[in-house]
């Protein structure tokens, strides 16, 4: 008796159902679009994602303790600053190289990208300059002296009455010594 005769019907069977198994998705999924090595499956086929425009900056925070991990990536975090405190953050570029060092060590951080919603600092913003944990970065921007502030204050300083430094200082001492 031939034993292949008898199993020929289950190997065509299974041959068809293995064609459109788990690993073998090129033939269950045949439009999708290549971008670089990834294959993009769209919803449908005119789908069309919007522009994403990249962060320039990312604020990096430690959230896992250096404790206990290997000693490459203590060495990635000391190497960003981030072997301190655990509320410390470090602000870096987004490179390709700083970049492959962020995701060795993906698990211990968290990534949040900079923002300038109300447009990036110059060289005489960056004392106005707040970093908010969020990534925005605000800019107060230095309003200069304004001339009713100005004569407010002149007037202020020449007025004999206002309290000056020898005053408080003798008024707290009574104080001090008559509480009651």
């Known amino acids: 008796m031939n034993v292949s005769r008898l199993l020929e019907p289950l190997r065509s069977s299974t041959w068809l159902v293995r064609g459109y198994g788990k690993h073998n998705k090129k033939f269950l999924y045949k439009d999708g679009q290549k971008f670089e090595g990834i294959t993009y499956y769209p919803r449908t086929s005119d789908h069309r994602d919007p522009p994403v425009e990249p962060a320039k900056l990312f604020r990096v925070q430690r959230i896992k303790p250096v404790k206990g991990n290997p000693y490459w990536e203590k060495r990635i975090l000391k190497d960003l600053g981030l072997d301190g405190k655990q509320s410390d953050f470090a602000v870096l570029k987004n490179i390709p190289e700083n970049n492959a060092r962020l995701w060795k060590v993906k698990h211990l951080i968290k990534v949040t990208p900079i923002t300038f919603p109300y447009g990036e ?23 200069g002296p304004v001339e009713s502030r100005m004569a407010a204050r002149n007037q202020f300083d020449e007025q004999p009455s206002r309290l000056d430094t020898d005053l408080l200082r003798k008024d707290a001492r009574m104080k001090w010594l008559n509480p009651w």
Do not use: M, S, Y
């Not at 060289?123 to 707040?130: F, G, K, S």
């Open 121 to 143: 600092p110059t060289a005489q913003d960056v004392r106005h300059t707040i970093l908010k944990e969020n990534g925005e970065c605000l800019v107060t921007k230095d309003l």
